[in-house]
């Protein structure tokens, strides 16, 4: 890992913070560093408030979704909404569905096959709408660049709202109303909210209709704090009001899908970082295992006993998907080394049998072992799909963009991405690919970095501290919880590796003379060396609580260790 301290604040900043909160020097050089810089901004950093969320109506076409919405329920016209199979188009469609059915019973859900439609808006979903008399589809998380799909709908007459927050195209589909915060003429102050977040919007103005506000829809806001995790959108602006308010919603009043899903976890209270990998991925695995309606139907469920069965259902299938994942990441890694490729700029791999559904979450691992952009085919039909994943720093979505000759289609983010081509394209594709990265990106982005937010004394490290950042959640892009380093760390003399395989790295560390405290290192047994023999050396790491037999103590959760 290379390590990068971030910058220090301009000094007349960080003294005025310093005097108007009537804080210490690492707290406001934190807050500096997450765009806070006076009295008013921290408020509304460290209390959230439904007035912090902007007016729907200020996203470009809300209005025209508004009023065809309520015409279609004024006229008894049956709706379908319609998402895709992952956690924000699952969320999604459950807040959207749920919503609407409290003002009409003429509304359904589809959600595509994974494997026998692919992604987004399907001709199958619209043949189903036709055959089953619908005149409107709401799509969520998909559907900007379904232009022809839109198209044939249009020639059946079928009405189209679109809700989506990935990149355009070139040309928007004819719907009725396209509501996507990062469209060139949209206008609405934040553009990072989820596809679920979207849809939230989009009830808010309907319910504004009705003088209600968005604090009157706090019951759907535990499927956007999921969504907005799963999704790995930044937790800040409006996103860090949804999230706060969602997660209270979670701790306190779940859904019965939601608590079904979290009765067997033993934690008192749920924070974003359980939600993605608790909640999340067993939302997730109905839609790569199975079906993504096995999800809605667990998310809209109303009595906790039909829950709770779903639940179960659902964990099995989470089971079969960590299985799968791991066997195929075993044998991607053996195709790499095979092909002679570990000195790549990127990793393409493929093999027509691995599952559609897991590919990825493979493309992932891979990265933890060659940091590097990755792709995982799979084949689909009579086409090759794939799952794009990148590396910090680096936009996979643009690197696409220049392959797309190549490509039958594509869409996604800066670091995630998913596509099609045709077998005969592969090859041509690999090669075209590796080419672009090469080219294009900056080499030290191909080694991980570890982002520290500022040096500290061991001796800094205390109860008050750890009071205060825990008031800087939820954490998650844009907000990470703060890394901190400290030099000339001394191991008391016990350090040792623990766990299976002494895989984990666990020491007791001092600092001139400073009050020994915990350290714990997961996957760091390697490290050892580092601080045997009362050798000095430095430390990366968060602040994290040990709770064990009733008692609670801090520790340090070791990022890194260097001589």
């Known amino acids: 890992m290379r390590w990068t301290l971030k910058p220090k ?36 950093f460290f209390r959230p408030s439904f007035e912090d969320l902007h007016d729907p109506f200020l996203m470009k076409d809300m209005d025209l979704a508004v009023s065809r919405i309520e015409k279609a329920i ?39 096959d994974r494997y026998d439609e692919g992604y987004g808006v399907s001709y199958k ?16 998380d998909c559907g900007i660049k379904a232009v022809e799909k839109v198209k044939y709908a249009k020639e059946k007459g079928i009405d189209f709202i679109i809700c989506d927050h990935h990149r355009p195209g070139d040309i928007l589909p004819d719907a009725v109303a396209v509501l996507d915060p990062k469209r060139d003429d949209c206008e609405y102050p934040f553009k990072e909210l989820c596809g679920c977040g979207v849809g939230f919007k989009l009830i808010t103005a309907l319910a504004s209709n009705e003088g209600k506000k968005a604090e009157d829809l706090v019951e759907y806001l535990d499927l956007v704090a999921t969504a907005i995790g799963a999704d790995i959108v930044p937790i800040v602006d409006e996103n860090r009001a949804l999230s706060y ?4 919603v979670i701790n306190s009043q779940p859904r019965p899908g939601m608590k079904a899903i979290i009765a ?3 934690k008192e209270e749920l924070t974003i970082t359980d939600v993605v990998f608790i909640i999340a991925p067993r939302i997730n695995a109905a839609g790569r295992m199975k079906h993504g309606n096995h999800a809605v139907t667990l998310l809209t469920e109303t009595d906790f006993n ?10 099995q299938y989470n089971t079969d998907r960590r299985e799968t994942d791991k066997r195929i990441t075993e044998e991607a890694l053996l195709q790499i080394e095979k092909n002679n490729e570990q000195e790549g700029f990127t990793t393409v791999v493929y093999n027509e049998n691995w599952h559609k559904g897991v590919i990825g979450i493979v493309a992932s691992r891979l990265i933890e072992t060659y940091y590097r952009p990755t792709l995982v085919f799979t084949k689909s039909g009579d086409k090759l799909a794939a799952s794009a994943r990148s590396v910090s720093g680096f936009d996979v979505y643009n690197a696409l963009e220049q392959c797309s000759h190549l490509i039958e289609q594509f869409g996604g983010h800066k670091y995630a991405a998913g596509l099609t081509l045709s077998p005969e394209n592969f090859d041509a594709f690999k090669a075209k690919f590796e080419a672009v990265v090469s080219e294009t990106i900056d080499h030290k982005l191909l080694t991980p970095e570890l982002k520290i937010d500022l040096e500290i004394e061991l001796s800094q490290v205390d109860n008050k501290l750890m009071r205060i950042i825990h008031q800087f959640a939820p954490f998650g892009p844009g907000n990470m919880t703060p890394v901190f380093m400290s030099q000339n760390i001394n191991d008391t003399g016990y350090g040792k590796c623990v766990g299976e395989d002494d895989k984990h790295l666990r020491f007791t560390a001092t600092q001139k003379g400073s009050q020994p405290i915990v350290a714990i290192g997961f ?16 430390a990366a790491y968060t602040i994290d609580e040990n709770h064990w037999n009733g008692n609670v103590s801090l520790q340090l959760k070791l990022k890194d260790v260097k001589a």
């Not at 036709?130 to 409107?136: I, V």
């Not at 308010?245 to 209270?248: A, S």
């Not at 039909?306 to 964990?315: E, G, K, S, T």
């Not at 490290?527 to 050396?537: Q, T, W, Y």
């Open 125 to 140: 979903g619209i043949d189903f709408a036709h055959d089953n008399d619908f005149s409107l589809i709401i799509a969520l």
């Open 245 to 248: 308010f969602g997660l209270q």
């Open 523 to 538: 996957g760091l047994g390697e490290k050892l060396d580092v601080i045997a023999n009362r050798k000095p050396f430095k």
């Open 264 to 266: 067997e976890v033993k």
């Open 9 to 44: 604040p301009d000094p007349k900043k960080l003294k005025a913070l310093q005097q108007a909160l009537g804080v210490d020097e690492v707290v406001a050089t934190l807050l500096l560093q997450r765009g806070i810089e006076d009295y008013e901004s921290a408020k509304t």
């Open 74 to 112: 004024s006229d008894q016209e049956k709706i379908l909404v319609y998402g895709d199979y992952d956690v924000d188009g699952t969320t999604s469609v459950a807040l959207m569905s749920s919503y609407l059915k409290t003002k009409t019973n003429q509304v359904a859900t589809y959600i595509p």
């Open 306 to 315: 039909l829950a709770a069965q779903y639940a179960v259902d659902i964990d």
